[in-house]
């Protein structure tokens, strides 16, 4: 079972930058779509982010267009979420996982992280 690591995550004041990283165990990144998902204490898992197989369509939740791009290096093994302009309510957990497919939904992604936590301060 191939295991998704998340690191990158922080304290930054709003308006500041951060860029995550989520490595996998195995050489098989470039077989699924991955996806960024972020959690906030007492909500639902939310879609942020995802990303094709060869990296050629990605799709956000609008709250975030603009502001994240998703990336992927496939010889690394490696997707990338960099985060500007970051606001307070981007505050939350964020996790990186992977699809058979292209979707937005949390539920046809698995291989779940740890997750990273990010922290945006006013």
């Known amino acids: 079972q191939v295991q998704l690591v998340e690191s990158g995550g922080g304290l930054v004041q709003a308006g500041g930058s951060l860029r995550l990283s989520c490595v996998a165990s195995?050489?098989?990144?470039?077989?699924?779509?991955m996806g960024w998902f972020r959690q906030a204490p007492g909500k639902e898992r939310e879609f942020v982010a995802i990303i094709s197989w060869s990296g050629g369509t990605t799709y956000y939740t609008d709250s975030v267009k603009g502001r994240f791009t998703i990336s992927r290096d496939n010889a690394k093994n490696t997707v990338y979420l960099q985060m500007n302009s970051l606001k307070p309510e981007d505050t939350a957990v964020y996790y990186c996982?992977?699809?058979?497919?292209?979707?937005?939904?949390?539920?046809?992604?698995?291989?779940w992280g740890q997750g990273t936590q990010v922290t945006v301060t006013s």
């Open positions: 996982a992977r699809s058979a497919r292209i979707s937005t939904a949390p539920a046809d992604f698995g291989s």
């Open positions: 195995e050489r098989t990144l470039s077989n699924y779509v």
